[in-house]
């Protein structure tokens, strides 16, 4: 769907000029869709700093197949312009395991491609044939025991990827729109999330339902993140 005389960049700005909304996240954005200009709109503070870029592949065979309109250069480009552009951002990634055809050589691609760009995390789904797609015709389906193994590896990349960006973000001060409230031991533990996409918690007596506080982060033994104060 087009709206005539608009893109992504123009319908971004149109939103940040003639709106007061207080907090604005981006949802997917293909890689080819990212550049100098529309990252430039990131100065405005409204706009989070999360960008989620699905990569699907490392493998440009493997991507071609699924008919994705980008390559892996064009994807680790897109994640290093992000990076230099947006400070502090997280960058998100979806990627399928197990595609018809994926040989060792083309998942270690995509594993490569993943370890080496700047991701806060990965989110992995093995592939599954589904009746009536072009995909579910194709030879050289991938077995499951194999995709398991594959799957594996990359959630095990991804849990060290987000692992490091939150620790990496501790030294940061963050927007924290906080969303539910639950009790723990007779006290309200809120949870909510950064700008760029950590879950974090507090604990507070006070309604925080849908507003946004600044704190810094800490992490407890378990590694979970805490926002410093609430106000």
């Known amino acids: 769907f087009e709206v005539p005389g608009q893109n992504l960049y123009t319908l971004i700005s149109n939103v940040l000029g003639k709106t007061t909304i207080e907090r604005i996240r981006v949802s997917s954005l293909q890689p ?3 550049t100098s200009d529309l990252l430039a709109l990131w100065s405005d503070k409204r ?4 960008f989620h870029v699905p990569l699907q592949s490392g493998n440009d065979q493997i991507l071609k197949g699924m008919r994705r309109r980008y390559s892996s250069d064009q994807f680790i480009y897109a994640t290093e312009l992000i990076s230099k552009t947006v400070a502090g951002s997280g960058i998100t990634t979806d990627v399928i395991v197990g595609y018809p055809g994926e040989t060792d050589a083309f ?4 594993y490569r491609v993943c370890s080496d760009a700047s991701l806060s995390d990965i989110h992995v789904f093995p592939y599954s044939r589904r009746p009536g797609t072009s995909a579910y015709y194709l030879e050289d389906q991938v077995t499951p025991d194999l995709k398991s193994y594959r799957v594996k590896h990359l959630v095990d990349l991804a849990r060290d990827k987000h692992k490091d960006f939150i620790e990496g973000s501790v030294c940061l001060t963050h927007d924290i ?3 539910k409230a639950s009790l723990l031991d007779g006290r309200r533990i809120w949870s909510g999330l950064t700008g760029n996409y950590i879950k974090v918690r507090c604990m507070n007596d006070e309604t925080l339902y849908n507003t946004i506080t600044e704190s ?5 033994s378990e590694g979970l993140p805490w926002a410093c104060s609430n106000s």
């Open 107 to 110: 998942f270690w691609d995509t």
């Open 32 to 34: 080819h869709e990212i």
């Open 177 to 179: 729109l906080w969303e």
């Open 216 to 220: 810094g982060l800490y992490l407890d």
């Open 47 to 50: 706009l989070c700093p999360h």
